[in-house]
């Protein structure tokens, strides 16, 4: 079964302290790897998708990249509107007969809290 | 470009009832996944729909299902609610199966 750790799961940071965020991954026939960010009572909003290790993707602050094994989302210099949740899920392959089967697991997230 | 839309925004049921929840996709979209998303935890998936046939299933019962219609709109309906089924249930829509998902705001069930 596809699984998905995200590490740590909560990351305070003052503003414009720069970390990364970890996503380790098992999955049978990776599709691709995505990112999403969520705020409070709002459903996640796509920010990256990486489909091959050594793949990098870049918008604003953020920086996703990938290995084999897992994913780093790097922020740098975050200010308090980066505050939310970020959410990491794999495509993985269901196998089940007949069509493109694939389906989304995610991880449980990073809470991540900038102070200003 | 309108995006993805959910109704009702929030929902209170009683234990044994049934619900349905709708979704209208993006425009362009013809794949449609649903999600529950439990306090604290990640979307987990329930189905997912593709030119209004089912395209695979998440290990959730068969009181948990669903349509698709031809403009690409969907339902999802649970039977029997169960106080467990109180979560956030997040449709997404996609261009195809396999390209990112775009998600709606949610609807919050509550089942008492």
């Known amino acids: 079964e596809d699984q998905v750790t995200q590490s740590p799961e909560a990351l305070r940071l003052q503003e414009g302290e720069s970390s990364s965020l970890n996503c380790s991954y098992t999955?049978?026939?990776?599709?691709?790897l995505f990112w999403y960010r969520q705020d409070p009572g709002k459903g996640p909003e796509f920010l990256f998708t990486?489909?091959?290790a050594g793949e990098e993707k870049e918008k604003e602050r953020l920086k996703a990249t990938l290995t084999k094994k897992e994913s780093f989302l790097h922020i740098t210099a975050p200010k308090p509107e980066d505050s939310a949740t970020y959410l990491c899920?794999?495509?993985?392959?269901?196998?089940?007969?007949?069509?493109?089967?694939?389906?989304?697991?995610f991880g449980k997230g990073t809470l991540l809290t900038v102070n200003p | 470009e309108t995006g993805v839309t959910q109704s009702p925004t929030h929902l209170i049921k009683t234990r044994g009832q049934q619900v349905t929840l709708r979704c209208s996709s993006q425009?362009?979209?013809?794949?449609v996944s649903w999600y529950q998303q439990a306090l604290g935890q990640g979307p987990q998936f329930i189905f997912q729909?593709?030119?209004?046939?089912?395209?695979g299933r998440g290990n959730f019962p068969p009181r948990f299902s669903g349509l698709q219609f031809p403009n690409y709109s969907s339902e999802l309906n649970v039977n029997a609610l169960e106080l467990d089924d109180s979560a956030l249930y997040l449709c997404?829509?996609?261009?195809?199966?396999?390209?990112?998902?775009?998600f709606g705001p949610g609807t919050r069930l509550t089942v008492t």
């Open positions: 899920a794999v495509q993985g392959y269901m196998g089940n007969s007949g069509g493109s089967n694939y389906k989304l697991t």
């Open positions: 997404a829509s996609s261009l195809d199966r396999t390209y990112e998902q775009y």
């Open positions: 425009s362009g979209h013809n794949t």
């Open positions: 729909y593709y030119r209004e046939e089912e395209n």
């Open positions: 990486l489909y091959s």
């Open positions: 999955v049978s026939g990776l599709r691709g």
